[in-house]
Each structure stands twice: as structure tokens, then as C-alpha cells.
């Protein structure tokens, strides 16, 4: 074996010599030769290594980055679609393990991982590395909806309709950490891409794409479809308690855009969920519905504070009405012991022929 004759020491590395990363033990050793860490040929290695990924997270380089995604295609493809097995699952989830971490680490995903899983979801079968899928979706980029929908919305809403319980709330769990992963990160990049494009590379490790498009639509269109498949998907499970529970859980994100993540957007949930949580048994259900039909009031008057913007996405007239409407509804329910009555709210549920 070669034996390494260099130096770990704070004061005894020269600029020339450069130090395996099989020699750094510790967050000091890396420290202390953070410049003269040499990168390893293997791309895989740096999914090993914890040093080594906040080392090309802190220097990007795109030849790394690119090495890193061609071979992470390369695995996965082979891995489950061109000779899948039993045998290699617990060699893939260790890989999909990995890449997870790798991820958050950067927090973003990797866009070669992104064409893999295009691929692949339209002949997964909504259990295989069914958790580890679906957090690694949930980095995606912001991209087109239609896009989105096409190649990552609509094989999730197959599996949705055809699972169970248990998978319906797994996968609105990734839709609202892939929500949360766009109001957070993914909005702020693409938005420093189109006003600052030299820069924009500092904000990623992989390289970033330039393309225009509504960025602000496709994050209002993906809040839409989420709300249409949690009433589709709270009917077929009769508002079963705990999807119920993941539901409210969007909405709770979904009512915070405007303040926290500074969006210039403000969407309310849907009647049919409003009104399945309303008449829910569950105290806890309809206490949750009613602070986020608070916070949505919020979101709205802190919209109406802020000056106007170009693409800031108000709620409307009509949606103003229907929110109305639905807090009517519910102070007569809960309050004013009269949901009964005879009142100017013609577009009240409680309106029974």
C-alpha cells in the first residue's frame, strides 16, 4: 500500500500538497485542510461522505456536479428498470438513503435524479421505496404545471385513487413538502435566475435552467390540484380521520404563504373541505378549520397592506363571497345556534329545500 507522507498539521500543509479525504476524522481535520482536500475519482464517493458534500456545496463545480448526476442516472436506471430484483433493495435504499441526504444538505434536487423518476414513476407501483420516492420528489424544482402534472401529478394520482389510506397520506405529505420546498427555495431561485443571471449560479451546485414561465401560476395551479384530490380522495375514504389530519396540514401551509414565505398569493381551501371538517365528530378537526379560516383572513389583510405587485395573485370578489360564505356558516354552526335560519346567505349549506 502507498502510505500518504503528507501532513494534517494547522501550520505544516503546503499549497501543493493535497490530503485524501480517507485522512480527515473530524470536522477539524476538515476545517483545518478545507483547501487541500483532494476530490475522489469516483463520483459515488461523495455520497459517502459528509465532508466531502459540504465541500462541493460550499465550492460548486459544475464538472463535479455533472459527474455526480450522469452516474446517479446511470445507477438508478439500472438499478429499477433495466434489471431490477429482490436482491438489490437493500443496495438501492441505501443509494436512495444517500441521495436524501445529499439533498437536504443542498436543499435542492438533483435534476438528472428529477428525468429518472419522470421515467420511472409511470411504471412504479406505488410500493417499492415508496418513502424514499417521495421525499426525493419533494425537492424537485419549480417547473411548468403542466409539466408537473404531466410527468410527476398525474402517476401520483393513479397510485392515489388505487392505495390505501396509508399511501394517500404519504403522498399528500410530498405534495406539501414539495409545496414547502417551492415557497421557500425553489421561488427564491428562480426568481434570482431572471433578475440576476450571473449570479445565479452561487444559489446551486447543478446547473441552472433560464427558462421564463409563470412561476407564481404553477405554484397557485399546484395548491388547486392538491385541493380537488384531497375532496375526491376525503369522499372515497368517507373522511377517514387521519387523511383528514394531512389535508388540514396542507391547508395550515397553504394559509402562511402570504406572511412567512412573503407570496404574493393567497388561496382558501375549498367548501367541500371546509364543510367535511366542520361536520367532522372530531373536536380537534373542526378547531383547526377554524384557525385556518383565521389565518386566511390574515393572509388576506397582510396582501392588501403590501404594495402592489405585478404578479401577485389576490383572491377575488368571488372568492372573497364564497369565504364569506363559509364563515356564515360556521359562526351560525358554532356560535349563534342558528344555522337554520332564514338569513341573507342564500349560498349556505345549511340551506336545506
Known amino acids: 500500500a502507498i502510505e500518504y507522507t503528507g501532513s494534517l498539521g494547522h501550520n505544516t500543509v503546503a499549497v501543493s500538497d493535497r490530503v485524501p479525504v480517507q485522512l480527515i476524522k473530524s470536522y477539524e481535520d476538515f476545517l483545518t485542510n478545507f483547501e487541500n482536500i483532494e476530490l475522489p475519482s469516483q463520483a459515488a464517493s461523495v455520497l459517502n461522505s459528509p465532508y466531502l458534500q459540504h465541500l462541493v456545496s460550499c465550492y460548486p463545480q459544475q464538472h463535479v456536479a455533472q459527474r455526480i448526476g ?57 410500493l417499492d421505496h415508496r418513502p424514499h420516492l417521495l421525499h426525493i420528489i419533494s425537492r424537485s424544482r419549480l417547473h411548468p404545471f403542466q409539466r408537473l402534472n ?46 440576476d443571471e450571473e449570479g445565479a449560479s452561487s444559489l446551486s451546485l447543478f446547473p441552472v435552467s433560464d427558462e421564463t414561465f409563470p412561476a407564481l401560476q404553477s405554484i397557485q395551479e399546484l395548491i388547486q390540484y392538491v385541493d380537488r384530490l384531497c375532496v375526491v380522495g376525503l369522499q372515497q375514504e368517507e373522511g377517514h380521520a387521519v387523511l383528514m389530519h394531512y389535508t388540514l396540514g396542507f391547508f395550515e401551509l397553504v394559509t402562511r404563504l402570504q406572511r412567512r414565505f412573503d407570496i404574493p398569493m ?74 337554520f335560519s332564514n338569513g341573507r346567505n342564500e349560498a349556505s349549506v345549511f340551506n336545506v329545500p
Open 70 to 126: 450522469y452516474w446517479l442516472h446511470r445507477t438508478l436506471h439500472q438499478e429499477l428498470m433495466d434489471c431490477p430484483s429482490a436482491n438489490s433493495k437493500p443496495r438501492v435504499e441505501k443509494l436512495l438513503k444517500a441521495v436524501i441526504t445529499f439533498t437536504n444538505l443542498l436543499q435542492e434536487g438533483v435534476p438528472l435524479c428529477e428525468t429518472f423518476l419522470w421515467e420511472y414513476l409511470f411504471t412504479w407501483n406505488g
Open 150 to 195: 404531466d410527468y410527476v401529478l398525474e402517476p401520483l394520482r393513479r397510485v392515489f385513487f388505487t392505495s390505501s389510506v396509508k399511501c394517500k397520506c404519504d403522498i399528500l405529505w410530498c405534495l406539501t413538502e414539495l409545496l414547502r420546498n417551492y415557497v421557500s427555495v425553489e421561488w427564491a431561485r428562480y426568481n434570482h435566475t431572471q433578475n
Open 266 to 339: 393567497v388561496y382558501a381551501p375549498s367548501a367541500p373541505i371546509v364543510y367535511m371538517a366542520l361536520f367532522d365528530t372530531n373536536a380537534l378537526t373542526v378547531s383547526r378549520i377554524c384557525s385556518i379560516m383565521c389565518g386566511f383572513r390574515e393572509e388576506v389583510t397582510s396582501l392588501k397592506q403590501k404594495s402592489p405587485q405585478p404578479e401577485a395573485r389576490p383572491l377575488g370578489f368571488d372568492g372573497i363571497r364564497k369565504f364569506n360564505d363559509c364563515i356564515l356558516d360556521i359562526s351560525n354552526a358554532l356560535w349563534r345556534c342558528k344555522p
